[in-house]
Nanobody, 119 residues
Framework: QVQLVESGGGLVQPGGSLRLSCQAS????????LRWYRQVPGKQRDLVAG???????DVADSVKGRFTISRDNVKNIVYLQMNDLKPEDTAVYYC?????????????WGQGTQVTVSS
């Protein structure tokens, strides 16, 4: 059974930092892409960053220079380091795994973690 569990969200002041973690279980560290999305009430879920098994990554223009995505293939964890946070970064952040091959091929979501940026 594939499971994604996010952690690390919370309340932070503008200019602060947070590191989100997403622990993946039930999937191999290879042949997958791990992504972070965020969503505010009433709006669509937006892609923030993604990273492939080989380490190739990208982040959305809106967070470029402030957010960094990384992964630990041994622990099967993907991280989102968020620096210089702004009030507009407030959202629920979701982890998504896209498994490209194998018996659990498919797409999976975590339950989300709230990030609130406010003074």
């Amino acid at each position: 059974q594939v499971q994604l569990v996010e952690s690390g969200g919370g309340l932070v002041q503008p200019g602060g930092s947070l590191r989100l973690s997403c622990q993946a279980s039930g999937i191999d560290a290879t042949d997958n892409v791990l992504r972070w999305y965020r969503q505010v009430p009433g709006k669509q879920r937006d892609l923030v960053a993604g990273i492939a098994s080989n380490g190739g990554s990208d982040v959305a223009d809106s967070v470029k220079g402030r957010f960094t995505i990384s992964r630990d293939n041994v622990k099967n964890i993907v991280y989102l380091q968020m620096n210089d946070l702004k009030p507009e970064d407030t959202a629920v952040y979701y982890c998504k795994a896209i498994v490209i091959a194998g018996p659990v091929r498919g797409e999976y979501w975590g339950q989300g973690t709230q990030v609130t940026v406010s003074s």
